[in-house]
C-alpha cells in the first residue's frame, strides 16, 4: 500500500505509482464502552506487519481533509420513506462536513451510476442526492467497487459509508473480488444496513476488512443519526504511519494493532496488499 | 421488475377431480364443449381472435361446466367408444368422432394446444399482484403439496404464484391454467412426443415464459416437457436455465435465513389439512444454491452430451464450475465449443466473462484482462464488464487501468435499461428468440382458418 500524496493540479497526469513507497498509513479507531478514545500518543500504539514490530508516527488527523464516499442503495426496495429518509441522512452529513473535506455520491440499483465525484461543492452533491428515484434491482457490491476506486482517485484519508436495505442481486462482482480490491485500497469502508441487509454477513466482512464496521438499523429513520456517528467516529480515528521494515515487498501483509492500555477496543485493517508496480513505458524505476 | 416465482404449491382443485360420470353431464355441458370445440378449429394460430377471446372469457365456474365433457369428448376423438345410452353423453361422443374424421385427431388436439397457448401467450399480462391472504402459508423455503391427482382434471387447477421485487416477495398472482390444459392435451398424443409438433411447442413456449420471466411457471412447464421429451436437448439447456436462475442470488435472496436454516435442517412446515397418500407428492419452493446449481450443472453436461453445439449451455456450465473452483474445467468447456458455434454476441460476452474470472483465479491476469478486452469490444458499456477490467486491473497494480473503466461508467446515463449489459438479463438470456420460435411455431402449424365448423357437425 503506497502514500498517496497530492501533486499540485498542473502537475497532476495520469496518476502512476511511484516506485519510492514511502509509508503505509492505517486507520485506527480505539474505543472503550464504545465511546472513542482520544489523547493517545504513537508511543501507546504498537503495531506488527506480518509479526514484525514496526515503528510508527501518527498523523493528526484533523487536519487531514476527509474524502467522503456515499453509496447509496436506489433499488426498487428503497421506494418511499426509505428514500426520503437516505436523503435526508446524506444532506445532514453533508451539513456535517468542513469546508476542506469532499464528498462524493454513487448510487446503485442494478446500475452503478458515480452521481457526483469528490467535490468541495456540497450544493452539487445536495443536488445530486435529491434526484434520487429508486427503481429495480440491487448491485451492491458493484457500487462498493465503484465507491471504492472514487475514494481511490484522489490522495487524503477516505470513508466510504454504504447505506442499503437489502442483498445483492445484480452485481456482477462477487464478494471476495471486492474484497480483493479493498484490501489494495486506502478506504475504510462503513455500512449502514436496514431490512434484508441487516442478515447479510457478506457487507459486514467486507467493511471490517477494511477497518470499518457495519452498523444495523431498525428502521429507514435511524439512517440520518447513523451516518452521523459514522463521520464522528472516523474524525476520531487515528492514523498511523510506518515504513515497512523487515518484510517482504509485495504480497499480503497482515497487520496487528494494539494499544498498550486495557479495557479498549481497536478496530483498524486486518492486513494490506503490496503490489509491484506495474511497468508501464515511461516510468520512472 | 416483478418476477413471478416457483408456486408454493398452492395448488387447489377446484371441485371434483377424477373422469367425468355420467350423471355430471348436462345440457350446458354440452353447450360448453360445441362452443369450445368451435372455438378450437375456428382459431387463427397467433390471433387474438374471437377463439381466443372465449377462452379468456371462461372463468372457473365455465371450466367447471366444460370439465365434465372434456375427457369425454378427447377420448371420442381418439377412438375410444363410448357405449353410453344417455343422449347427452352419445352427443358429445358424436362430436368427438366427427372432430376424428375433420380436421383429424392429432390435428384437433394440436389446434386445441395452440389455442389454448395462445390464450396464454397473447393475454400475458404483467401479473396482478394480490396481497397474500392471511391463511396462506408463508413464503419461500417451506414445503407444499401438489397432488398427483390434480393432473386428472387440468381444467380445475387452480394454481398462485408469489411474487417478487428487488429480492423481497410482495404479493400472490394466479397462474394461468392455460398452460395446464395445452400440456395435458399435447400428452394425449401417441406415441408421446413423437410428433415433432410437440417438440417444437415446448421450445417457443419455454422460451416465452423465460423471456417474460415466467419463472414460477417454467418449472412446472420443464418438468412436464421433460417427461415427454426427457433427451431433447433444448429442453434440458432450459431444465439447467431454470434451476440455475433459482441459484442466482436475485432468487436467492427472497429466501430469509430463517426459510434457509428450516430447509437445511429439514423442519418444513406442513398445512394442518395435510394427508400423506402414494399419490401425494412434496414440492419446494426455491432451494438452496448448491443445491440448484448441482442440478443445473448436471442438465448444462447432458445437453452438451446430446449436442456438442449448444455454446449457451456450455457457457453456463463454465459459469457453474468456476463457482466450484473448478477453473481449468470451465476454461476447456469452452474452449472445447466447435468453431462457429457462438450463436450471438451475448453468448460470446457471456463466454469471455466466464473465461476471464476463472483465468483470474489462476493467477493469469493478462490472460483474464485479455479476455475482458474481447468483452468490452462486444459491449463496451456493458457495467460487467467495466467492473471486470476495473478490478483485474487493480490486481495488476494498473492504476489508470482499474480507473479508466470508472470513469467510462460515469459518463454513462444514470437511468440504463436491462439490456444495457448483457449480465443483466442472464436469467432470461435463454428466451431471447422467444418471438421467431413462436411465429415459426405459428407458421408450420399449417392450420387454415377455412377449418370446417362445428355447426355443419350438428
Same mark, same amino acid.
Given at each position: 500500500?503506497?502514500?498517496?500524496?497530492?501533486?499540485?493540479?498542473?502537475?497532476?497526469?495520469?496518476?502512476?505509482? !511511484?516506485?519510492?513507497?514511502?509509508?503505509?498509513?492505517?486507520?485506527?479507531?480505539?474505543?472503550?464502552?464504545?465511546?472513542?478514545?482520544?489523547?493517545?500518543?504513537?508511543?501507546?500504539?504498537?503495531?506488527?506487519?506480518?509479526?514484525?514490530?514496526?515503528?510508527?508516527?501518527?498523523?493528526?488527523?484533523?487536519?487531514?481533509?476527509?474524502?467522503?464516499?456515499?453509496?447509496?442503495?436506489?433499488?426498487?426496495?428503497?421506494?418511499?420513506?426509505?428514500?426520503?429518509?437516505?436523503?435526508?441522512?446524506?444532506?445532514?452529513?453533508?451539513?456535517?462536513?468542513?469546508?476542506?473535506?469532499?464528498?462524493?455520491?454513487?448510487?446503485?440499483?442494478?446500475?452503478?451510476?458515480?452521481?457526483?465525484?469528490?467535490?468541495?461543492?456540497?450544493?452539487?452533491?445536495?443536488?445530486?442526492?435529491?434526484?434520487?428515484?429508486?427503481?429495480?434491482?440491487?448491485?451492491?457490491?458493484?457500487?462498493?467497487?465503484?465507491?471504492?476506486?472514487?475514494?481511490?482517485?484522489?490522495?487524503?484519508?477516505?470513508?466510504?459509508?454504504?447505506?442499503?436495505?437489502?442483498?445483492?442481486?445484480?452485481?456482477?462482482?462477487?464478494?471476495?473480488?471486492?474484497?480483493?480490491?479493498?484490501?489494495? !485500497?486506502?478506504?475504510?469502508?462503513?455500512?449502514?444496513?436496514?431490512?434484508?441487509?441487516?442478515?447479510?454477513?457478506?457487507?459486514?466482512?467486507?467493511?471490517?476488512?477494511?477497518?470499518?464496521?457495519?452498523?444495523?438499523?431498525?428502521?429507514? !429513520?435511524?439512517?440520518?443519526?447513523?451516518?452521523?456517528?459514522?463521520?464522528?467516529?472516523?474524525?476520531?480515528?487515528?492514523?498511523?504511519?510506518?515504513?515497512?521494515?523487515?518484510?517482504?515487498?509485495?504480497?499480503?501483509?497482515?497487520?496487528?494493532?494494539?494499544?498498550?492500555?486495557?479495557?479498549?477496543?481497536?478496530?483498524?485493517?486486518?492486513?494490506?496488499?503490496?503490489?509491484?508496480?506495474?511497468?508501464?513505458?515511461?516510468?520512472?524505476? | 421488475?416483478?418476477?413471478? *416465482?416457483?408456486?408454493?404449491?398452492?395448488?387447489?382443485?377446484?371441485?371434483? @377431480?377424477?373422469?367425468?360420470?355420467?350423471?355430471?353431464?348436462?345440457?350446458?355441458?354440452?353447450?360448453?364443449?360445441?362452443?369450445?370445440?368451435?372455438?378450437?378449429?375456428?382459431?387463427?394460430? @397467433?390471433? =387474438?381472435?374471437?377463439?381466443?377471446?372465449?377462452?379468456?372469457?371462461?372463468?372457473?365456474?365455465?371450466?367447471?361446466?366444460?370439465?365434465?365433457?372434456?375427457?369425454?369428448?378427447?377420448?371420442?376423438?381418439?377412438?375410444?367408444?363410448?357405449?353410453?345410452?344417455?343422449?347427452?353423453?352419445?352427443?358429445?361422443?358424436?362430436? @368427438?368422432?366427427?372432430?376424428?374424421?375433420?380436421?383429424?385427431?392429432?390435428?384437433?388436439?394440436?389446434?386445441?394446444?395452440?389455442?389454448?397457448?395462445?390464450?396464454?401467450?397473447?393475454?400475458?399480462?404483467?401479473?396482478?399482484?394480490?396481497?397474500?391472504? =392471511?391463511?396462506?402459508?408463508?413464503?419461500?423455503?417451506?414445503?407444499? *403439496?401438489?397432488?398427483?391427482?390434480?393432473?386428472?382434471?387440468?381444467?380445475?387447477?387452480?394454481? #398462485?404464484?408469489?411474487?417478487?421485487?428487488?429480492?423481497?416477495?410482495?404479493?400472490?398472482?394466479?397462474?394461468?391454467?392455460?398452460?395446464?390444459?395445452?400440456?395435458? *392435451? *399435447?400428452?394425449?398424443?401417441?406415441?408421446?412426443?413423437?410428433?415433432?409438433?410437440?417438440? #417444437?411447442?415446448?421450445?417457443?413456449?419455454?422460451?416465452?415464459?423465460?423471456?417474460?420471466?415466467?419463472?414460477?411457471?417454467?418449472?412446472?412447464?420443464?418438468?412436464?416437457?421433460?417427461?415427454?421429451?426427457?433427451?431433447?436437448?433444448?429442453?434440458?439447456?432450459?431444465?439447467?436455465?431454470?434451476?440455475?436462475?433459482?441459484?442466482?442470488?436475485?432468487?436467492?435472496?427472497?429466501?430469509?435465513?430463517?426459510?434457509?436454516?428450516?430447509?437445511?435442517?429439514?423442519?418444513?412446515?406442513?398445512?394442518?389439512?395435510?394427508?400423506?397418500?402414494?399419490?401425494?407428492?412434496?414440492?419446494?419452493?426455491? #432451494?438452496?444454491?448448491?443445491?440448484?446449481?448441482?442440478?443445473?450443472?448436471?442438465?448444462?453436461?447432458?445437453?452438451?452430451?446430446?449436442?456438442?453445439?449448444?455454446?449457451?449451455?456450455?457457457?453456463?456450465?463454465?459459469?457453474?464450475?468456476?463457482?466450484?473452483?473448478?477453473?481449468?474445467?470451465?476454461?476447456?468447456?469452452?474452449?472445447?465449443?466447435?468453431?462457429?458455434?457462438?450463436?450471438?454476441?451475448?453468448?460470446?460476452?457471456?463466454?469471455?466473462?466466464?473465461?476471464?474470472?476463472?483465468?483470474?483465479?489462476?493467477?493469469?491476469?493478462?490472460?483474464?484482462?485479455?479476455?475482458?478486452?474481447?468483452?468490452?469490444?462486444?459491449?463496451?458499456?456493458?457495467?460487467?464488464?467495466?467492473?471486470?477490467?476495473?478490478?483485474?486491473?487493480?490486481?495488476?497494480?494498473?492504476?489508470?487501468?482499474?480507473?479508466?473503466?470508472?470513469?467510462?461508467?460515469?459518463?454513462?446515463?444514470?437511468?440504463?435499461?436491462?439490456?444495457?449489459?448483457?449480465?443483466?438479463?442472464?436469467?432470461?438470456?435463454?428466451?431471447?428468440?422467444?418471438?421467431?420460435?413462436?411465429?415459426?411455431?405459428?407458421?408450420?402449424? @399449417?392450420?387454415?382458418?377455412?377449418?370446417?365448423?362445428?355447426?355443419?357437425?350438428?
Amino acid at each position: 500500500m503506497l502514500w498517496l500524496v497530492p501533486a499540485p493540479a498542473a502537475q497532476r497526469q495520469v496518476p502512476l505509482f !511511484s516506485a519510492r513507497a514511502t509509508g503505509v498509513r492505517v486507520d485506527v479507531l480505539v474505543t472503550e464502552r464504545n465511546v472513542p478514545v482520544r489523547g493517545l500518543m504513537a508511543a501507546d500504539f504498537e503495531l506488527r506487519d506480518n509479526g514484525v514490530s514496526q515503528e510508527i508516527d501518527i498523523v493528526e488527523s484533523s487536519d487531514v481533509p476527509i474524502n467522503v464516499v456515499l453509496a447509496f442503495d436506489a433499488s426498487g426496495s428503497t421506494e418511499g420513506r426509505r428514500t426520503s429518509d437516505l436523503v435526508e441522512a446524506g444532506s445532514a452529513l453533508i451539513a456535517g462536513l468542513k469546508p476542506h473535506d469532499r464528498i462524493a455520491l454513487t448510487t446503485f440499483n442494478h446500475a452503478v451510476a458515480p452521481r457526483a465525484p469528490l467535490t468541495s461543492d456540497f450544493a452539487q452533491v445536495e443536488r445530486a442526492l435529491r434526484s434520487l428515484e429508486p427503481s429495480g434491482q440491487t448491485a451492491i457490491l458493484d457500487g462498493i467497487h465503484a465507491a471504492i476506486m472514487t475514494a481511490q482517485a484522489e490522495a487524503g484519508r477516505s470513508l466510504v459509508i454504504v447505506c442499503t436495505d437489502g442483498r445483492d442481486t445484480m452485481s456482477w462482482l462477487q464478494v471476495d473480488e471486492v474484497s480483493e480490491v479493498a484490501k489494495r !485500497s486506502n478506504a475504510v469502508i462503513y455500512g449502514v444496513a436496514a431490512g434484508g441487509a441487516r442478515q447479510w454477513s457478506d457487507l459486514r466482512d467486507l467493511t471490517e476488512l477494511t477497518g470499518g464496521h457495519t452498523i444495523e438499523i431498525e428502521k429507514s !429513520s435511524d439512517f440520518r443519526e447513523e451516518l452521523l456517528r459514522v463521520l464522528g467516529e472516523f474524525r476520531s480515528r487515528y492514523v498511523l504511519t510506518f515504513t515497512p521494515q523487515g518484510v517482504p515487498a509485495s504480497g499480503f501483509h497482515q497487520l496487528e494493532v494494539k494499544v498498550r492500555r486495557g479495557g479498549v477496543r481497536v478496530r483498524a485493517r486486518p492486513g494490506y496488499v503490496s503490489s509491484p508496480p506495474r511497468r508501464d513505458p515511461g516510468s520512472e524505476q | 421488475m416483478t418476477r413471478a *416465482l416457483l408456486a408454493l404449491g398452492l395448488v387447489a382443485l377446484a371441485g371434483a @377431480g377424477g373422469a367425468a360420470q355420467e350423471g355430471s353431464i348436462s345440457p350446458s355441458t354440452v353447450e360448453a364443449i360445441e362452443r369450445w370445440a368451435g372455438s378450437v378449429t375456428s382459431h387463427v394460430p @397467433g390471433e =387474438p381472435d374471437p377463439a381466443v377471446r372465449a377462452v379468456w372469457s371462461l372463468t372457473l365456474e365455465g371450466r367447471k361446466a366444460l370439465h365434465p365433457g372434456m375427457a369425454l369428448l378427447l377420448d371420442a376423438v381418439a377412438g375410444k367408444r363410448v357405449t353410453s345410452r344417455s343422449p347427452l353423453v352419445r352427443r358429445i361422443a358424436d362430436i @368427438g368422432v366427427q372432430l376424428a374424421r375433420s380436421p383429424g385427431a392429432a390435428e384437433f388436439i394440436k389446434r386445441a394446444a395452440v389455442l389454448h397457448g395462445d390464450a396464454a401467450m397473447l393475454g400475458f399480462v404483467p401479473p396482478l399482484i394480490r396481497p397474500i391472504p =392471511p391463511d396462506v402459508p408463508p413464503p419461500p423455503g417451506r414445503a407444499s *403439496l401438489s397432488r398427483a391427482a390434480a393432473l386428472d382434471a387440468p381444467l380445475l387447477i387452480d394454481r #398462485q404464484l408469489w411474487l417478487e421485487n428487488d429480492g423481497q416477495v410482495v404479493g400472490m398472482t394466479v397462474a394461468d391454467w392455460n398452460w395446464v390444459f395445452a400440456r395435458s *392435451l *399435447l400428452d394425449r398424443l401417441k406415441p408421446t412426443g413423437a410428433d415433432p409438433f410437440v417438440g #417444437q411447442w415446448y421450445h417457443a413456449t419455454m422460451a416465452f415464459m423465460f423471456q417474460n420471466r415466467m419463472f414460477g411457471e417454467v418449472q412446472w412447464h420443464l418438468e412436464h416437457a421433460a417427461s415427454v421429451l426427457p433427451n431433447d436437448a433444448r429442453i434440458l439447456l432450459d431444465r439447467g436455465c431454470a434451476h440455475e436462475q433459482q441459484g442466482l442470488p436475485r432468487s436467492q435472496t427472497v429466501l430469509s435465513d430463517d426459510d434457509m436454516v428450516a430447509l437445511r435442517m429439514g423442519r418444513l412446515g406442513m398445512p394442518s389439512r395435510t394427508r400423506r397418500s402414494g399419490s401425494v407428492g412434496l414440492t419446494l419452493g426455491i #432451494q438452496p444454491v448448491e443445491i440448484s446449481n448441482r442440478d443445473a450443472e448436471g442438465f448444462f453436461r447432458r445437453a452438451v452430451e446430446r449436442d456438442s453445439r449448444l455454446f449457451e449451455a456450455r457457457v453456463r456450465l463454465a459459469r457453474l464450475l468456476t463457482l466450484r473452483s473448478k477453473y481449468e474445467e470451465a476454461l476447456g468447456v469452452i474452449t472445447a465449443a466447435p468453431a462457429g458455434t457462438a450463436p450471438d454476441a451475448i453468448a460470446e460476452y457471456y463466454a469471455h466473462l466466464f473465461a476471464a474470472r476463472a483465468e483470474r483465479a489462476l493467477g493469469r491476469l493478462d490472460e483474464a484482462a485479455g479476455r475482458i478486452r474481447l468483452a468490452r469490444e462486444l459491449f463496451p458499456d456493458a457495467q460487467s464488464a467495466l467492473m471486470a477490467a476495473s478490478h483485474i486491473a487493480m490486481l495488476r497494480a494498473d492504476e489508470d487501468g482499474a480507473e479508466e473503466p470508472m470513469r467510462h461508467l460515469a459518463l454513462l446515463p444514470y437511468k440504463r435499461d436491462p439490456e444495457d449489459d448483457p449480465w443483466w438479463v442472464y436469467e432470461t438470456f435463454t428466451g431471447r428468440y422467444a418471438d421467431v420460435l413462436i411465429a415459426e411455431m405459428w407458421k408450420d402449424t @399449417g392450420f387454415s382458418p377455412r377449418a370446417p365448423r362445428l355447426s355443419s357437425v350438428r
